[in-house]
């Protein structure tokens, strides 16, 4: 994966994490983006910003503390057809979402 994550105010909240659905079988880095800290407020224009950066085939794990649906809602208006959303975990307390850039 080609996102590193980058020192400032963004750097505690994106981590490298293993990716345990690679496809070739081993783990990949991939990097996860926790919000359940960030104000709500800017919550989506970080997450927006990082999607932005990625290449087509990447991506990252969103972790929140609520169901994030109104966020892929505005992916698929703002975004159309660039957006694959997979859940990995649904509550009640942790929300855990991959979000890939589609090649």
């Known amino acids: 994966m080609g996102i590193r994550a980058r020192r400032g105010a963004h750097a505690p909240l994106l981590t ?26 800017e919550r989506h224009p970080r997450i927006f910003a990082l999607f932005d950066r990625l290449m087509p085939g990447e991506g990252f794990v969103l972790v929140n503390d609520h169901d994030p649906k109104p966020l892929y809602y505005q992916f698929q208006a703002e975004r159309p057809g660039q957006v694959d959303w997979t859940y990995l975990e649904e509550g009640p307390e942790v929300w855990r979402v991959r979000i890939a850039k589609k090649g």
């Not at 994490?17 to 690679?22: G, I, L, T």
């Open 16 to 41: 490298q994490v293993m990716d345990p659905k690679s496809r070739s079988g081993e783990p990949e880095e991939g990097m996860e983006l926790d919000v359940r800290k960030i104000p709500p407020r």
